[in-house]
């Protein structure tokens, strides 16, 4: 069985500690086996390979997450990029389509869509395991896994069984399902034996790529990776779960968990302060997660979720904060925090006079024994300034040392890179007419290459 994890989502749910390029799943602020801090991909990953899993995984994700996820999980993680977001239908289309023309998966390989972030223990991923044998005993188009509902919540969507079938443990028939439906609903719901859909379906490969030859879309890697603009943008649930005529569901009754929002995440940090600042005695359930170099104190007040970033600060009670999406979904500003598979960078200004000149200044840290990729910029000078570790740049394919204190001084259009020999910090200053991330041109990655250009 061959495993695929979505990873999408616009990063505004739990804004401001998450954005556009650092979404939910990336937060480190769950506690690991060894008391330190990880994020809901890390964790999840970490379940996956207990359970003999992630060998067998690929995670689908867009441009923006790429980094993030080799910087949290590793290099080696199988990663199926999409071109531009769309929905979870395209994007498992593509993944089929990667799985069958790129990795040359047997048409009769049952694989498993699941999310990259659920908040489960180890046995939801032995369940996992169970889909296999499913969908090859019931000849199902697609077999579900269905968590038995521990409250009448009105936050996620149903699985009905048949009635002949319902409340079994053993795998049932599908009868419908029900969108997130009132409190009354949900209670009427569950004495039907109904189950919280938690995302995670199976089906044989076959059944996807039938699918795509019928609807007239590629096959083939490559050319999927052309056509995706034509794929509708469309879920799953509506575009293939629905038209389904087959479909069995696995009951799951462990703990699940959907950390989508700032009151259910602060559930399961164990910390109720992290970062620099102070929360009084009287101040009960009270979570401040600052990565801010200014400390913050909370005096007098309960119930409350204190959340400060380069971002933003956001200060909400925590029965209110579900509804943060809705209160800065109009704001439109670049993400000031990201995690790349080389390190991180914060940005510390950015400026844009009248002219139409922009300043930008970043503070970076690479990571010992990484490097940028070798680049150019179009619309930008750059001038670095490290502060602390020791490197080599590259400058026009002259090599040189780098140590605190020195400057170098990168012109609009020149080739360039740098490595850390040991944790490398630096501050960039960027000029230019317009400072984005897309103004770069990668020529190549790896650092053996970089020097070998320069030879």
Known sequence: MKLVLLSGGSGKRLWPLSNDARSKQFLKVLQNDEGGMESMVQRVWRQMRRAGLAR????????????????????????????????????????????????????????????????????????????EGAVAATGADLALMGVQPTYPSEKYGYVVPEADCAGSSEVMMVSRFAEKPSREKAEALIAEKALWNCGVFAFKLNYM????????LPIHYEEM????????????????????????????????????????????????????????????????????????????????????SPDGILVADKNASPKVKDLIGHLEQRPMYEERRWGSYRVLDFKKFPEGREVLTKRICISAGKNLSYQTHAKRSEVWTVIAGSGQFVLEGRIGALQAGDVVKIPVGAKHSIRALTELEIIEVQTGSELVEDDIERLTMSWEEIVSLCK
């Not at 790529?209 to 007239?216: A, F, M, W, Y």
């Not at 992290?274 to 119930?303: K, R, Y």
Request: glycine share 6%; hydrophobic share 45%; with cysteine.
């Open 209 to 216: 790529i039938n699918l795509l030859v019928e609807l007239g």
């Open 56 to 131: 067998h995984a690929s995670i689908a994700t867009g441009r923006g997450q790429v980094d993030m996820i080799q910087s949290q999980i590793g290099p080696e993680v199988s990663v199926i990029v999409e071109p531009e977001r769309r929905d979870t239908f395209p994007a498992i289309a593509l993944a089929a389509v990667y799985l069958y023309s790129i990795q040359d998966v047997a048409l009769n390989e049952v694989v498993a869509i699941l999310p990259v972030d659920p908040y489960v223990e180890d046995s939801f991923f032995d369940k996992i395991k169970e889909l």
């Open 225 to 308: 990776l052309r056509q995706y603009h034509r794929l509708p943008k469309i879920s799953f649930d509506y575009a293939v779960v629905e038209k389904a005529e087959h479909i069995v569901v696995l009951p799951y009754a462990g703990e699940w968990k959907d950390l989508g929002t700032w009151n259910t995440l602060t559930e399961e940090i164990k910390a109720p302060l992290i970062g620099s600042g102070t929360i009084c005695g009287d101040s009960q359930n009270v979570h401040m997660i600052n990565e801010l170099d200014i400390p913050i104190a909370v005096l007098g007040v309960s119930n409350l979720i204190v959340s400060a």
